[in-house]
Antibody
Framework: QLQLQESGPGLVKPSETLSLTCSVS??????????WAWIRQPPGKGLEWIAS???????SYKPSLKSRVTISVDTSKNQFSLKMTSVTAADTAVYYC??????????WGQGTLVTVSS | QSALTQPPSASGSPGQSVTISCTGT?????????VSWYQQHPGKAPKLMIY???KRPSGVPDRFSGSKSGNTASLTVSGLQAEDEADYYC????????????FGGGTKLTVL
């Protein structure tokens, strides 16, 4: 059974960089034709797609976040990562890593809450 | 403001059917058959209920069905059960200058 697990700091200071990693187990990123993505959900609000990456490193981004976000994949570690620069309180959210196919996310991590605060 | 428009709430009595709409544009819902729907219970990660407009993943009851007409996709829940009470989100592949994915704002389904 495929499992995804997010990891990273739960607290980030304003203007700093948020860094998260998703570890994939029960399947190999490099053996599949899926995309791997990050989705976030601010407290009490809806879902927001951030970015996705293919095993080759080819990536896609939400246009309004593209200038601040980088998604990358490390097939040797079976992980993919998210970096978001210049964070503000508006970036406070539960961040989910997911497996994606045709725009649909069929496997989700449990989510990790990242709070932006000084 | 979300890219896809959903009603904030919907409701129905046990056994009834409820339909939730999701309106986009020719650049997302109307242009591609990559519409998906997610169910989210409080404090839980979303669960994929429908993908490819009409397809159900293994294990999802056939009470859940999806459709699309033009720029509007719909999720219908038939034979409502108490456990169907949750938030529902639609999602679509989109392409403007670049390809990406967009979500609706979510619909809170209440089983009366």
């Amino acid at each position: 059974q495929l499992q995804l697990q997010e990891s990273g700091p739960g607290l980030v200071k304003p203007s700093e960089t948020l860094s998260l990693t998703c570890s994939v187990s029960g399947g190999s990123i490099s053996d599949s034709d899926y995309h791997w993505a990050w989705i976030r959900q601010p407290p009490g609000k809806g879902l927001e797609w951030i970015a996705s990456v293919f095993r080759s490193g080819v990536s896609s981004y939400k246009p309004s976040l593209k200038s601040r976000v980088t998604i990358s994949v490390d097939t040797s570690k079976n992980q993919f990562s998210l970096k978001m620069t210049s964070v503000t309180a508006a970036d406070t959210a539960v961040y989910y890593c997911v497996r994606e196919t045709g725009g649909a996310s069929d496997y989700w991590g449990q989510g990790t809450l990242v709070t932006v605060s000084s | 403001q979300s890219a896809l428009t959903q009603p904030p709430s919907a409701s129905g009595s046990p056994g009834q059917s409820v339909t939730i709409s999701c309106t986009g544009t020719n650049s997302d819902v109307g242009g591609y058959d990559h519409v998906s729907w997610y169910q989210q219970h409080p404090g839980k990660a979303p669960k994929l209920m429908i993908y490819g407009v009409t397809k159900r993943p293994s294990g999802v009851p056939d009470r859940f069905s999806g459709s699309k007409s033009g720029n509007t996709a719909s999720l219908t829940v038939s034979g409502l059960q108490a456990e169907d009470e949750a938030d529902y989100y639609c999602c679509s592949y989109a392409k403007t200058d670049t390809s990406h994915v967009v979500f609706g704002g979510g619909t809170k389904l209440t089983v009366l």
